[in-house]
């Protein structure tokens, strides 16, 4: 068996004995991590950061959890919510005023969080995503794809600048830095949008699935995806749109692995942490606002997270969903995965909240991963309840 190390409680032993499996199997590393009521029950990791497998994971790796970034992104549009800065019925040009160029008026702050504002395609070059000014000013330029509200379609990459970007009007401060501020800092959590250099050293690079290269891409349509050629509407998208879209750029995993990809802030995709800072700071929701004696949201603001947005087939996924203020729903429980199998899952009725992530990225048609892990954690909750 795979050596795994860190800490658990007995009585979640079935997390570690998951992870120590997927690496068993062939997997390079990860880390699992398990809060109940703000508090670790589990935090294990194993393997190695690099594909030559000389690297050993350590306590502080840090790898690119891709779309699970958009929960931390949402997050930061969740307090200011709640502080009163930011009225998720509100326009978005009310904070942005060039967005409401291009037929966009009717776009609500919600909207944006739920998949549901008609923006769903980057179709620029992947270098524009590096450039804060030129990716903002693309989208405000940019007509919506479908009546706002009246469907919704994966923002796998333009949700963060259009959330990202309010965030920036109404604080003064790019998404990343107030997330630094005002939530990772306060917490202590080693998490990440828009990744010093100073931190290159602890990033396990994305490892492409076995039999691919780092051109390797994936269609958001056959889970989550960053961006690929094959998110062009389909047919039933064209029958509602005010024009044809171009076909959305494809993202790699060598464009994911880059220097430009850590240094710039994609806060629908690049944030870089672990299990531990992953499942630390979504303990704050799962937890009714406050961990460890930090208080960063209240009840209520808690709950306007979890209240459905939309439900019904999202365009972009070619799958039912229930969207959220920023999370997807999944009966009880809210969260979102990443690229690459990297995922958080928050059980608000247990105040529990279970991440995994990963370097080793498979086919996401296949990837039953993360929800081995959640399902594992489960078996250890069992044990905590009278």
């Keep these: 068996m795979a050596d795994i190390q860190g800490s658990y409680d007995e009585l979640f032993a079935a997390v570690p004995t998951a992870l120590a499996a997927l690496l068993d199997e062939g997997d390079v590393g990860g880390s699992?991590?398990?809060?109940?009521?703000?508090?670790?029950?589990?935090?294990?990791?194993?393997?190695?950061?690099?594909?030559?497998?000389?690297?050993?994971?350590?306590?502080?790796?840090?790898?690119?959890?891709?779309?699970?970034?958009?929960?931390?992104?949402?997050?930061?549009?969740?307090?200011?919510?709640?502080?009163?800065?930011l009225d998720m019925d509100a326009p978005v040009a009310r904070y942005w005023p060039e967005f409401a160029a291009a037929g966009k008026e009717g776009v609500l702050v919600r909207h944006v969080l739920s998949h549901t504002a008609g923006l769903p395609d980057w179709v620029w070059p992947v270098a524009e995503l590096y450039d804060w000014p030129t990716a903002t000013a693309r989208l405000a330029a940019q007509p919506p794809q479908?009546?706002?509200?009246?469907?919704?379609?994966?923002?796998?990459?333009?949700?963060?600048?259009?959330?990202g970007e309010v965030v920036r009007r109404i604080t003064g401060r790019t998404p990343g830095g107030f997330f630094a501020d005002e939530i990772?800092?306060?917490?202590?959590?080693?998490?990440?949008?828009?990744?010093?250099?100073?931190?290159?050293?602890?990033?396990?690079?994305?490892?492409?699935?076995p039999s691919h290269d780092e051109d390797y891409t994936a269609s958001a349509a056959a889970g989550d995806?960053?961006?690929?050629?094959?998110?062009?509407?389909?047919?039933?998208?064209?029958?509602?749109a005010p024009q044809a879209t171009p076909a959305a750029?494809?993202?790699?995993?060598?464009d994911?692995?880059?220097?430009?990809?850590?240094?710039?802030?994609?806060?629908?995709?690049?944030?870089?942490?672990?299990?531990?800072?992953?499942?630390?700071?979504q303990s704050v929701p799962?937890?009714?606002?406050?961990?460890?004696?930090?208080?960063?949201?209240?009840?209520?603001?808690?709950?306007r997270a979890w209240e459905e947005q939309f439900g019904g087939r999202d365009r972009r996924l070619n799958m039912p969903v229930s969207w959220g203020l920023g999370y997807g729903r999944f009966g009880g429980t809210y969260g979102w995965g990443g690229w690459g199998g990297s995922m958080v899952m928050i059980e608000p009725e247990s105040r529990m909240t279970v991440a995994y992530v990963t370097n080793q990225m498979r086919e996401p048609a296949a990837d039953t991963r993360g929800m081995g892990m959640v399902m594992a954690a489960y078996d250890g909750l069992q044990g905590l309840r009278p």
């Design 146 to 163: 479908w009546e706002p509200g009246s469907a919704a379609g994966y923002h796998s990459l333009t949700q963060g600048f259009l959330v």
């Design 256 to 281: 994911g692995n880059s220097a430009a990809w850590r240094r710039a802030q994609i806060p629908a995709a690049s944030g870089f942490g672990n299990a531990r800072s992953v499942a630390l700071v």
């Design 184 to 209: 990772a800092g306060p917490l202590g959590a080693d998490f990440h949008m828009g990744l010093p250099a100073g931190h290159d050293h602890r990033v396990a690079p994305a490892v492409p699935p």
């Design 286 to 303: 799962a937890c009714g606002g406050a961990v460890g004696g930090v208080r960063l949201l209240s009840r209520a603001g808690c709950e």
């Design 32 to 85: 699992v991590a398990v809060f109940v009521d703000g508090e670790p029950v589990v935090d294990v990791w194993g393997g190695f950061a690099d594909t030559e497998r000389t690297i050993p994971w350590q306590r502080d790796t840090l790898v690119n959890v891709w779309s699970v970034t958009k929960t931390m992104t949402a997050l930061c549009a969740l307090v200011l919510a709640d502080r009163g800065e």
């Design 249 to 254: 750029t494809a993202l790699r995993v060598r």
């Design 225 to 240: 995806a960053a961006g690929d050629a094959s998110t062009a509407p389909d047919s039933t998208d064209r029958s509602t």
